[in-house]
């Protein structure tokens, strides 16, 4: 069974720094890429972060881009979203989230996605 658990959100004022992980397990995690995406409340799922099975190709929303940074650790099976320069806008609920194959791209779909953990950006 494929699970996904995310955690290291909480509270941080803006320009401030927060790092996410996630620990994958039940599938072999360095054949797959990754992503990050996030859901602010009353909008829809944003994709945030997108980062391949070898960890050489990434890929960011332009609202994230310079700001946020996805790694892999394929030894561990952990995902890490890095966010910088935090804005209030950046409140949200961020999921970790598995894509059905090796490479692809920010947009393309989740086969699986955890459930979550809140970021909340404010003074």
């Known amino acids: 069974e494929v699970q996904l658990v995310e955690s290291g959100g909480g509270l941080v004022q803006p320009g401030g720094s927060l790092r996410l992980s996630c620990a994958a397990s039940g599938y072999t995690f360095s054949n797959y890429a990754m992503g990050w995406a996030r859901q602010a409340p009353g909008k829809g799922l944003e994709r945030v972060a997108f980062i391949n099975s070898g960890g050489d190709i990434t890929d960011y929303a332009d609202s994230v881009k310079g700001r946020f940074t996805i790694s892999r650790d394929n030894t561990k099976n952990t995902l890490v979203l890095t966010m910088n320069s935090l804005k209030p806008e950046d409140t949200a609920v961020y999921y970790c989230?598995?894509?059905?194959?090796?490479?692809?791209?920010?947009?393309?779909?989740?086969?699986?996605r955890g459930q979550g953990t809140q970021v909340t950006v404010s003074s």
């Open positions: 989230a598995k894509y059905p194959s090796s490479g692809g791209r920010l947009a393309s779909w989740y086969d699986y």
